[in-house]
């Protein structure tokens, strides 16, 4: 089975800090996307990365960024954390764009931001 | 690119078929339905896909009606395990991204 394996399962940071969310997927797959969750608005597409160094915005990039400098790892990083970005990420996996195949998801990080 | 409407919340009595509605009627061609669900505080679990014709893996069937404008997800015989949010999703043409609804809340009575 694929496992894409999410660093922590929750973590506390304080205002301004930068924090680093780290995914690893075991199955040699090219795409690699990062989401975050917050009740009522469902999953939010932050970023995915189509190939090692490459990346794209996904629809709320503003505050993050990301860094795949090995295909099997991607990690999103808070430049500098702020209290609205308190949510549950997702980090997900993909051998194509998600046409033929599903994702795979990790078990999500639940980050506090205070 | 298409969306999807799907009740908020339904019940289903265990031991019997689950039956998950779908719309999609704006669906283009060359987009694929997916259904995932997710169980409290885990990330989304894939169940199955389609483009046209239905579809059954060992967790469910996929029922795609024949204009592709919705489709029913079918748990045959539903456990209190699968009490959980069922995302119907068609991948967002010319993009590698899905855009996921809010789901609908099943849940599996005793």
């Known amino acids: 089975d694929v496992k894409v394996t999410q660093s922590s399962r929750y973590l506390v940071k304080r205002t301004g800090e930068k924090v680093f969310l780290e995914c690893v997927q075991d199955?040699?797959?090219?795409?690699m996307f990062w989401y975050r969750q917050d009740p009522g608005l469902g999953l939010r597409l932050i970023y995915f990365?189509?190939?090692?160094?490459?990346?794209e915005k996904g629809d709320i990039p503003e505050g993050y960024s990301v860094s795949r400098e090995k295909k099997e790892r991607f990690s999103l990083i808070l430049e500098s954390a702020s209290t609205n970005q308190t949510s549950m990420y997702l980090c997900?996996?993909?051998?194509?764009?998600?046409?033929?195949?599903?994702?795979?998801f990790g078990s999500g990080t639940r980050l506090t931001v205070v | 690119d298409a969306k999807t409407t799907q009740p908020p919340s339904m019940d289903c009595a265990e031991g019997r078929a689950a039956n998950l509605p779908c719309n999609h009627s704006t669906i283009s061609g060359n987009e694929y339905v997916y259904w995932y669900r997710q169980i409290h505080s885990q990330g989304p679990q894939y169940i199955i896909h389609g483009l046209k014709n239905n579809e059954t893996n060992e967790m469910a069937s996929l029922i795609i009606t024949e204009d592709r404008k919705s489709s029913t997800l079918i748990l045959p015989h539903a456990t209190l395990r699968d009490t959980a949010v069922y995302y119907c999703?068609?991948?967002?043409?010319?993009?590698?991204?899905?855009?996921f609804g809010t789901g609908t809340r099943l849940k599996v009575l005793a």
């Open positions: 199955m040699d797959h090219e795409n």
């Open positions: 999703i068609v991948r967002a043409s010319g993009t590698y991204k899905y855009i």
């Open positions: 990365s189509y190939d090692v160094k490459m990346k």
């Open positions: 997900a996996s993909s051998p194509d764009g998600g046409g033929r195949y599903g994702y795979t």
